[in-house]
């Protein structure tokens, strides 16, 4: 089993995705959404987290970080996860596990490819039926994006101009709006399972030197085309067979212990 501070490369931007335990809506209420965001901060804070964006859902959460260090993605994951947890069973008398024992990471290419994952991340909600456009999701990124918060700002902007491949920020608010109302009229209902299933996606180029560094962590690992993409991935089914299409599609082999910091 791969551990997650070795697996997540420095350099690369990853999307991860964590998934309330037995898929239970834990995270439904506004005050938990919150903490999260709250405690997304503290990591952003205390370790320097680069965020690129996010969603908070009833069940489960995204989150779109740039890698610049090792060590950061498992140590952020650890203090918002456990903290989270911590802080729901102590509020609820609770017993028990919070969130699945995994969370699952995705190597995403820059350029295109990054900007199709940030228009997936912000259209979660209305893949599930909640909302018609992002900006109703006040648990996303899509709005500060678009509008940068004064205080307790979350998302780097500077740095998503620069993986995006636009000149500036400014750039960035016309230019993401573009992209979602594009997505909007071309099929946003629809699941991608590349964005939450595989280890890594982009052109051939970028999947192959990514399954090259991870080394022993890539083993079993095929370079699939898919489309206009490549992914790094494992042949074998997902979890579909017992999870709803957008509440799951984890694989153990694919998947880190959030707690591992050796």
Request: aromatic share 10%; glycine share 6%; proline share 3%.
């Amino acid at each position: 089993m791969a551990r997650a501070n070795r697996h997540h490369l420095p350099g690369y931007v990853w999307h991860i995705t964590h998934r309330c335990h037995k898929r239970e809506f834990l995270l439904k209420f506004d005050k938990d959404k919150k903490q999260w965001l709250h405690l997304l901060f503290e990591a952003k804070k205390r370790y320097g987290l680069c965020i690129l964006n996010y969603t908070v859902t009833s069940n489960h959460i995204h989150l779109l970080v740039y890698n610049g260090k090792a060590n950061i993605i498992p140590k952020s994951i650890q203090l918002i996860a456990g903290q989270t947890g911590r802080l729901y069973n102590l509020r609820k008398t609770r017993k028990g596990a919070f969130w699945e024992d995994r969370y699952h990471a995705t190597a995403v290419a820059t350029g295109n490819h990054l900007i199709r994952c940030i228009a997936y991340i912000d259209l979660n909600m209305v893949r599930a039926g909640v909302i018609r456009h992002p900006s109703e999701w006040e648990y996303g990124g899509y709005n500060e994006i678009q509008l940068p918060k004064q205080r307790y700002s979350l998302i780097n902007r500077q740095k998503l101009s620069e993986l995006t491949g636009l000149k500036d920020k400014d750039q960035l608010s016309e230019t993401h709006r573009k992209w979602i109302e594009e997505s909007l009229k071309n099929s946003a209902s629809n699941r991608v399972g590349k964005w939450t299933e595989s280890i890594a996606v982009g052109d051939k180029e970028f999947v192959l030197r990514a399954k090259a560094r991870l080394g022993a962590n890539a083993v079993g690992r095929k370079a699939l085309e898919n489309n206009e993409d490549y992914e790094l991935r494992e042949s074998q089914s997902s979890y579909n067979p017992v999870f709803a299409p957008e509440k799951c599609a984890l694989r153990p082999e694919n998947s880190f212990f959030w707690n591992v910091l050796s």
